[in-house]
DNA sequence: ACAGCTGTTATACGATTGAATAATTTCTAC
DNA sequence: GTAGAAATTATTCAATCGTATAACAGCTGT
């Protein structure tokens, strides 16, 4: 009983599943993962829900790709091209990553949502857990090189182990930031996030990241 | 067609509320919030369905109440004793806070999953964000008394706005340490977190809490 | 002992879910 | 151009969801 078949447009593979997985995305950060059924999300991508199975041989899997996806798209935004020019010393490099990963479009309550909505799978299904400690190491890998680096560059010979401990509160620092703010955007609003991130940053690190060349 | 009616057991209103917020938990934070249905919250407080919208005008006010319920938890096994009793100086105060807030059960996968699972409901549930931003405050509230005490006791002088800012770093550091826990305790299980917090809170404040009497 | 109220159990309803399968369209190889 | 594979749409299925309502049980006041 259907009103009009749908036109039939075909699609390559990689069109397809990158159109399944921003349509995943974008559901759960407006309506919650709850609201992310095959047929919502059918829908936003524009095709027919038996598709989905087609490219993905269940809705967990999408919703892992989906979330592989959203992780590597925070890295990629919190390493911009500033933090990454190797021209720029250390603590340049650094004070960019801070700033970008206290700036929209990192910060951003659709990102938050979107990463609560992940992390409640976090737990309890394997893939997604894998998903999240990989993500997670490598963005503590590029940030503790960082760290070193801009260590270095001021005299001190820093351990291991102490690397390893100052990149722990770094994280969490710029994690519980990134949070709070994209939890409760008002009350940040007139916050000058990235310099409060910056300061309390260069504290942790007894680093200047403010005037930082 | 029921195989056995069950026994009839009369409970006062508090006792049920509780045990269907409890059972609501428990649920979230063992299969996520998709596994908290009204079905298996019942049979987890083991009475019939029914029996929650006697208490509860929808499932949507009893997810609500165990939110707060769980938040006022988390604030309460923070700020412990210790850290509420005024014989001690601020220091101390301060230092059994941070200690609290990165141990057991505080620091716990568990209660991660469940506040991930409130915290992608907070964005669009007006209710929600109600007791999410009304639990936020009173922690920070707590927090920046501590803080203020804590500075003045060596001497110095905050403005309002450098303890407001101070306060939110510290809080982002306690929340962002806590979550990292909390998401991959095997990555934290050799570090001794409680440390790791009281040298980082003590440096974003400047402040000595290792050795604090 | 009876009535009425409230706590509780049981059942029913319509909607929605993820998955499976069937039917259709388009493309490619020959 | 025709056969077969691949991509896409359409339909079906059993299960589960939240809610609503009906039936029952036990207490309380009289």
Not at 55 to 81: D, N, P, V
Not at 111 to 134: K, N
Request: with cysteine.
């Amino acid at each position: 009983m259907q009103d009009l078949r749908k036109s039939f447009h075909r699609d390559g593979p990689d069109v397809r599943r990158r159109a399944l997985i921003e349509a995943t995305l974008a559901l759960i950060s407006e309506r919650g993962i709850e609201a992310a059924s095959v047929r919502a999300i059918a829908a936003r991508a524009d095709v027919t829900q038996g598709l989905i199975r087609h490219y993905f041989s269940s809705k967990e899997e999408l919703i892992a790709a989906a979330y592989a996806h959203h992780m590597a798209g925070l890295t990629e935004h919190s390493f911009t091209k500033d933090a990454l020019d190797e021209t720029g010393s250390a603590g340049a490099r650094l004070r960019a990553l801070v700033i970008a990963s206290l700036t929209a479009p990192v910060v951003d309550p659709g990102a938050l949502a979107l990463w609560a909505g992940f992390m409640s799978r976090v737990q309890r299904d394997p893939e997604m857990r894998r998903i999240h400690a990989e993500a997670y190491t490598e963005f503590q890998k590029r940030c503790a090189l960082l760290i070193e680096a801009a260590l270095r560059d001021v005299g001190r010979d820093p351990t291991p182990d102490q690397i390893k401990r100052l990149t722990f509160a770094v994280n969490a620092l710029l994690d519980g930031l990134w949070l709070e703010a994209g939890a409760l955007p008002e009350v940040f609003e007139n916050e000058d996030l990235p310099q409060l991130g910056l300061e309390a940053v260069g504290a942790v690190l007894r680093l200047d990241l403010i005037t930082a060349e």
